[in-house]
């Protein structure tokens, strides 16, 4: 028995129709495939321990490309397709940027950071550096693209015929073809609150499994970007982020609760009376002027030591016989690294998770050692050879309290190098700033950023002082020639110094700012001559050098307890014999002589017989707590009292910054009048 013609023209129709339906999945469906992959590559390159990408961790990150695409179901085939070429180029230039970015900083980007993203121009030669032939695999999806859209041309060109032929049935049949696209309306309608109602099942559900279980209080402590991308993923992580910003920016100014600002200002209280000490050291060195050197990517690994005979450090070294040294000195910085440093050294607080507290909060009152020092009658001053607003630093600083801010524009640049001028002409032209400038009287607070030994650290051949060896021609090589240039600057500026007659009435603090982002083990273990452990690799990348010259005295003391650059503007207000207690600061006076417990933004910290490190995913249990003694794991709830302080600082510092807490808490006009750069 034969069909009618309806019928026949029905079957015709969705036999002829079902390669279109079938293209529109497929290419969805493979969109979602590719994206799972390039995530999978990108996780692939993180090497980060104790961070898994398990099967719930695929689920997530295909759940979250589903939430970010669902709605292109909703648009015809065409459109479709346009808007999945869209997402996949906007997703991969978002995941191979965070590639890149976390190669040098062990983090990821934020939005915070975007707002920074006019100083990658400036990298320049550290990106390129960064780069990997490897990197290519996460674009190999554009040749499947071009086969798909080989595909959807020849469909394109099967149905032409068909649709020519059935143009009259359909001119006959109005209502059929009206019924129809309605049809085709509430199809793609289901079709994408499927995907998303699927898309939200497969990213919330594991979400919240976690976030109750062993990843619970992260949401409410967001103590570190590694662990919040443990548990929601890269695009997870980047929708938790721009949330948190508009939550902060885009509403009313969050106030302080009552009983957080009385516990707060009962901490700074305690806090201050602890690290109080009138010993002989108070006040010893009042007067003086004050030049504080942050030295970049100057870690304490490299002091002391020598490659071939030569001495890489040997005028640091030659000084520590001769003035204080802390051996075990960390720098605490996060996503904002130099500026982070500056910071914590200059504020006494701990930096932010995310970004840098330079561009995220300038406008917040903070208690700054160049402010305190301005209003006790000192001239203020910042030097760096570098544009004036990279890291927002000419709004920072005035903010805290400098009264000039000498950048690039100030100097001559007869000695390019690396990204600006020289440190040894920086240093000196700096130098002479501070001792002929009418406007730098004495006593002086200068403080002095370095570049020379900024990643990439290439040197020209004419500027290599030292013989690398089996390193000669590697980062790791590189990275030694670039310190042993910087620690010929500050040589050449302790000359300087005794000649000016300066050296006898000046505090001279030097330190480093951050690590070198070499990450490999094998390049240390070669360098050392030995193997080294985790708490090994983990005191080589936190620990940077602090030397501290004081007027009159040639005795070396190395003082080995941990130490942070959170402590530094404490001891010298302690040295100048101005008292703390006025101000918020969360370091420790170094010459108090009582124990220190060092924090980092990660939450490990380290104090003089234990050091803790946490897990990705910050429960306590997770993480590993060693001995410093025997350098041994030892029982975790050995740390626990640590643990739980270091949690509560890093807390009362956050609270501060998202509050404006020190603001709120004094109730009154700032007590530090600013000048104009």
Not at 108 to 126: K, Y
Not at 248 to 276: I, R, T, V, Y
Not at 652 to 660: A, G, H, P, Q, V
Request: proline share 4%; glycine share 8%.
């Amino acid at each position: 028995m034969s069909r009618d013609p309806f019928t026949r023209s029905s079957s015709s129709l969705i036999d002829r129709i079902t390669p279109i339906v079938l293209s529109r999945y497929i290419g969805y469906i493979l969109f979602l495939g590719i994206m799972l992959a390039k995530l999978m590559f990108l996780h692939s390159g993180l090497h980060a321990p104790n961070i898994d990408m398990n099967r719930l961790d695929k689920l997530i990150a295909l759940g979250s490309v589903m939430l970010l695409s669902f709605w292109v179901l909703w648009l015809p085939r065409r459109g479709q397709t346009i808007a999945l070429i869209i997402i996949n180029l906007l997703l991969t230039l978002l995941i191979y940027s965070d590639i890149v970015y976390y190669r040098y900083f062990q983090d990821f980007i934020t939005v915070p950071v975007l707002f920074q993203a006019g100083q990658m121009d400036a990298l320049g030669g550290s990106i390129f550096a960064l780069l990997r032939p490897s990197d290519l695999y996460l674009f190999a999806d554009w040749l499947l693209f071009l086969v798909y859209v080989f595909c959807v041309v020849l469909f394109r060109r099967n149905t032409h015929t068909y649709n020519n032929g059935q143009a009259s049935y359909y001119a006959r049949t109005s209502h059929s073809r009206t019924s129809s696209r309605l049809m085709t309306v509430l199809k793609r309608s289901a079709n994408g609150v499927v995907a998303l109602v699927l898309g939200c099942f497969l990213t919330f559900g594991p979400i919240h499994s976690y976030a109750t279980t062993w990843a619970k209080g992260l949401f409410t402590g967001n103590w570190w970007s590694l662990a919040m991308y443990n548990v929601t993923g890269l695009i997870g992580f980047h929708g938790y982020d721009i949330y948190l910003y508009a939550k902060d920016h885009l509403g009313p100014q969050p106030e302080l609760p009552q009983e957080e600002a009385s516990s707060m200002k009962l901490w700074f209280n305690e806090h201050n009376a602890e690290q109080s000490a009138l010993n002989d050291s108070f006040g010893k060195y009042s007067g003086s002027n004050i030049i504080v050197i942050q030295a970049e990517a100057f870690m304490n690994f490299v002091v002391g030591r020598s490659i071939n005979g030569q001495e890489i450090t040997p005028n640091l070294n030659a000084l520590i016989k001769e003035n204080t040294y802390f051996s075990n000195y960390y720098h605490q910085t996060s996503q904002g690294r130099t500026s982070d440093a500056d910071f914590a050294s200059n504020g006494s607080l701990y930096p932010l998770v995310s970004g840098s507290v330079f561009v995220r909060y300038p406008d917040h009152q903070f208690d700054t050692l160049p402010a305190i020092l301005k209003s006790k009658g000192y001239s203020t001053n910042a030097f760096h050879a570098y544009e004036g607003s990279f890291w927002n630093r000419q709004i920072m600083y005035k903010a805290m309290g400098y009264d000039h801010f000498h950048s690039k524009k100030d100097y001559k640049i007869d000695e390019p190098l690396g990204w600006s001028l020289g440190d040894k002409s920086f240093l000196r032209q700096s130098l002479n700033m501070m001792d002929t400038a009418e406007s730098i009287q004495q006593p002086f607070y200068s403080f002095l950023t370095t570049l020379s030994s900024h990643h990439p650290y290439s040197l020209p051949a004419d500027k290599q002082g030292l013989d690398t060896g089996e390193f000669k021609g590697t980062i790791f090589g590189d990275y030694l020639q670039a310190v042993h240039y910087t620690d010929e600057a500050l040589g050449q500026l302790v000359s300087d110094m005794k000649q000016r007659g300066l050296w006898d009435n000046t505090i001279l603090a030097f330190y480093g700012d951050h690590d070198n982002s070499i990450q490999e083990t094998s390049y240390y273990e070669r360098f050392l001559g030995k193997s080294l452990s985790k708490l090994d690799m983990h005191q080589i990348m936190h620990q940077v050098p602090l030397l501290i010259h004081l007027p009159g005295t040639n005795a070396s003391v190395v003082d080995s307890n941990p130490a942070g650059q959170l402590d530094l503007t404490p001891s010298l207000l302690h040295l100048l014999g101005i008292s703390q207690d006025p101000y918020y600061l969360m370091g420790n006076n170094l010459f108090s002589g009582k124990e220190r417990l060092v924090t980092l933004r990660t939450g490990a910290f380290a104090d003089a017989k234990r050091s803790y490190l946490p897990s990705e995913n910050g429960q306590f249990d997770k993480g590993t707590c060693y001995s410093l003694d025997s350098r041994e794991v030892i029982d975790v709830a050995g740390c626990s009292t640590g643990f739980e302080t270091s949690k509560q600082r890093l807390q009362i510092s956050d609270d501060i910054m998202k509050y404006d807490g020190i603001k709120m808490l004094e109730k009154k006009k700032p007590r530090h009048k600013n000048s104009d750069l």
